[in-house]
C-alpha cells in the first residue's frame, strides 16, 4: 500500500490524489457579481449541503495552487455577499465546462458558455435559467482554510430561495432523480452521469439489523459471498424459521437437488444471486436449508 505524508509530498501532486479518490463530487455552479455589478459564472466541485434548518450549502474557490492566486468568486462574494448556486446536469456540462475557463476579471461568463441570466427574486447575482434547480444565497461566513496556494476558501451559504424546474419532478411533486439528470466530478478530466449509474441502498433507520457478526461462521466465511452481500444478509431483523425454510425448498425444486450436491460454493452463487435481486428473504432459506 502507497503511504503518503502529506507534508512530503507537492500541493499539486497531493491535490491529485485528493480529486482521484475522493468523488463523485457535486458541482456548484456559483453565480456572484462584483462591487461593480459585473456578473461571473463558475462551477466548484469541493461542494455539498449540510444543513436543513437553516438550509446551508458550502463550496470552496480555493486558493489555485500554481501562483496562489485566488479565484474572481473568491473576491466576489467578499465585496458582494450573495450568491447564486445552480444544480449541473448533463444537459449543460460542456457549457459549464467552458465557463470554467480563466477569463480576465469582468468577463461575462454567462455570455461566454451560451446560458441565459434570470433576475433572481431577493438577491443581486443572476440565475443559470437552463440549470434544474437554483438556490439563491447569502453568504454567513467565509472561512480560510490557509494562504497558501491550495488552501479552501469556505463560502457558507443560507439558501433563501430555491427555484425548480417542474420538468424534474415526480407526481409526488418530489424531484425525480433520474429525471434531473445530474453530473459529478471524479479526478482528472473525468465526469460521472448520475442516472446512468444509481442504485439504491435502504438505509437502516426503521428496522435493527442483526448484524453481520451475528451470521454463522460458514457464511460469514465463504469465498463467495462479498461484504456487500454480507450487509444485506445482516440487514435483516430476525432469520426465517426452520418451517419457512422447509416450504421454500419444496417450492424450488432445483434449489432441493443443488442442496443434495453438497457442492457450498454453487450453493453460495446461487445465493448470491437473490441477493443482487434484492430477494434476501430467499438468500437466508437457501443458506440456511
Not at 71 to 95: D, G, L, P, R, S
Not at 99 to 111: I, L, M, P, R
Request: proline share 4%; hydrophobic share 40%; charged share 25%.
Amino acid at each position: 500500500m502507497l503511504t503518503i505524508d502529506p507534508k512530503e509530498v507537492g500541493t499539486g501532486q497531493l491535490h491529485q490524489y485528493l480529486l482521484g479518490a475522493i468523488g463523485p463530487r457535486p458541482i456548484a455552479f456559483a453565480s456572484t457579481i462584483d462591487d461593480e455589478g459585473r456578473p461571473n459564472l463558475s462551477p466548484f466541485s469541493f461542494f455539498n449541503v449540510f444543513g436543513a434548518n437553516p438550509p446551508t450549502l458550502i463550496f470552496s474557490p480555493a486558493r489555485r495552487g500554481r501562483d496562489n492566486t485566488v479565484k474572481h468568486t473568491y473576491k466576489n462574494v467578499k465585496a458582494v455577499a450573495e450568491v447564486v448556486i445552480n444544480i449541473v446536469n448533463y444537459a449543460m456540462v460542456q457549457q459549464m465546462s467552458l465557463a470554467s475557463t480563466e477569463y480576465a476579471e469582468g468577463v461575462n461568463e454567462f455570455e461566454k458558455a451560451g446560458f441565459t441570466m434570470l433576475k433572481s427574486a431577493l438577491i443581486k447575482p443572476f440565475r443559470v435559467a437552463e440549470s434544474p434547480v437554483q438556490f439563491e444565497c447569502k453568504v454567513k461566513e467565509v472561512v480560510e482554510t490557509g494562504q497558501e496556494g491550495g488552501a479552501g476558501n469556505l463560502v457558507i451559504c443560507e439558501v433563501l430561495k430555491v427555484h425548480i424546474q417542474e420538468n424534474i419532478l415526480d407526481d409526488a411533486g418530489k424531484i425525480d432523480q433520474h429525471k434531473i439528470d445530474q453530473v459529478a466530478r471524479m479526478g482528472g478530466n473525468w465526469y460521472t452521469r448520475a442516472n446512468l449509474g444509481m442504485f439504491e441502498v435502504e438505509k437502516p433507520l426503521s428496522n435493527l439489523g442483526i448484524g453481520i457478526d451475528a451470521i454463522p461462521s460458514e457464511i460469514k466465511e465463504s469465498t463467495i459471498l462479498t461484504g456487500n452481500d454480507l450487509g444485506k444478509l445482516g440487514n435483516v431483523e430476525k432469520l426465517p424459521k426452520e418451517a419457512e425454510i422447509s416450504a421454500f425448498i419444496a417450492e424450488n425444486t432445483d434449489l432441493a437437488t443443488l442442496l443434495k450436491s453438497n457442492n457450498r460454493n454453487e450453493i453460495h452463487h446461487r445465493a448470491q444471486l437473490f441477493l443482487e435481486e434484492n430477494k434476501i428473504d430467499a438468500a437466508w432459506k437457501l443458506l440456511l436449508a
